[in-house]
């Protein structure tokens, strides 16, 4: 017997779930930056987006948001990949996997490129 209410489907309501939340923290997380920014003056320019995060201030706030946009897809495939692996989608699920590795060795590589020297 069920109460009327549909089970948790890890595909469909997994990634809105995500995208909602990544969406709104991240958005909420870059205001603040420039919230902030407004109070504390202008920034020294544009520097890559890890220097941002690492070197503090209203900047390292906005660097933070934009991570956090930027590592939203992950956080969608991997729901997607949680969903595959729930539903016995090996095909699928492999290839959710593949994707994520490659998003990552991609920001990794970004990351590395960006740094003078």
Known sequence: MTDG??????????IALVLRIGTLVSIGVVAIGYLVGLVAGPGDGQRPLVDLVADGG???????????LTLLPVAVLTAAGIGF??????????????????LLVSL?????????G
Do not use: F, K, N, S
């Open 5 to 14: 209410r549909e089970r948790y489907h890890w595909l469909r309501d997994g």
């Open 58 to 68: 209203p900047p390292a706030i906005i660097g933070a948001g934009l991570l956090g």
């Open 85 to 102: 692996a729930r539903g016995g989608e090996r095909g699928r699920l492999l290839t959710t996997l593949a994707v994520i590795g490659l």
């Open 108 to 116: 990794v590589a970004a990351a590395l490129l960006a740094r003078p």
